[in-house]
Nanobody
């Protein structure tokens, strides 16, 4: 059984910073992809940032230059450093990982975190 646990959300003033973490636990063989998504009220869930096992990154245009995604492969953990936050960054942030488990190494399965609220006040 694999579980993703997020932490680090909260309330911050515009211009401030937050750091989100997402830790995967369980019988993990490998993690190929780690992403952060966000969903604002009444809107669809959108990709914010992605990082591959090799460290290649991709960002939504709206967060380029402000957010940084990183991963610690030894800890099966990824992070999202969010700087210069804006009110429009307010959303529930979800982590996503594509994981091969020890018992099913020929399959890549999708796992989601429970979501963490980020609120940026103006």
């Amino acid at each position: 059984q694999v579980q993703l646990v997020e932490s680090g959300g909260g309330l911050v003033q515009a211009g401030g910073s937050l750091r989100l973490s997402c830790a995967a636990s369980g019988s993990i063989f490998s993690i190929s992809r780690m992403d952060w998504y966000r969903q604002a009220p009444g809107k669809q869930r959108d990709l914010v940032a992605a990082i591959t096992s090799g460290g290649s990154t991709n960002y939504a245009d709206s967060v380029k230059g402000r957010f940084t995604i990183s991963r610690d492969n030894d800890k099966n953990t990824m992070y999202l450093q969010m700087n210069s936050l804006k009110p429009e960054d307010t959303a529930v942030y979800y982590c996503y990982m594509r994981i091969q488990t020890v018992n099913f190494r020929n399959l890549e399965l999708d796992y989601w975190g429970q979501g963490t609220q980020v609120t940026v006040s103006s």
